[in-house]
């Protein structure tokens, strides 16, 4: 299961998401043992997100979901505001970044990265 977004990922996302403020909508489900994993990645690219202008909105861990499938729980979630599009690609791009991108892969055993907009936002087509 993928847990890093994908080459083209990024660059559709580059194309199709306005310029302005986007919420990175992180859901994570730690490996086994993973959690210490994560947090040291967390740690570490906290000073890479504030080199980019971005922001941790809310960090919590997840609960008893109310309405959800199976397998539709979540250990964690983060809401990550970047200034805009470039900054998000610019800090993953980053070679300081990439170093420590092994760490969240080891911690996580699934993950979903959503970038939101505000409502009304969008561009219509």
Avoid: H, K
Avoid at 3 to 31: H, K, Q, T, W, Y
Avoid at 65 to 88: C, K, S
Wanted: net charge negative; with cysteine.
């Amino acid at each position: 299961m993928a847990v890093d977004p994908s080459g083209a990922d990024l660059a559709c996302m580059l194309d199709e998401v306005p310029d302005g403020p986007i919420v990175m909508l992180n859901l994570l489900r730690f490996a086994p043992d993973g959690r210490s994993s994560y947090e040291e990645y967390s740690r570490r690219a906290g000073p890479l997100l504030q080199r980019y202008g971005g922001e941790v909105l809310y960090a919590g861990d997840g609960t008893t979901p109310l309405v959800a499938e199976a397998g539709q729980d979540w250990d964690a979630v983060l809401l990550v505001r970047y200034p805009d599009r470039e900054a998000f690609s610019r800090m993953v791009a980053d070679p300081e970044y990439q170093e420590i991108t092994g760490l969240r892969a080891r911690g996580l055993a699934e993950a979903v990265l959503q970038p939101t907009l505000p409502w009304g936002s969008r561009r219509e087509s």
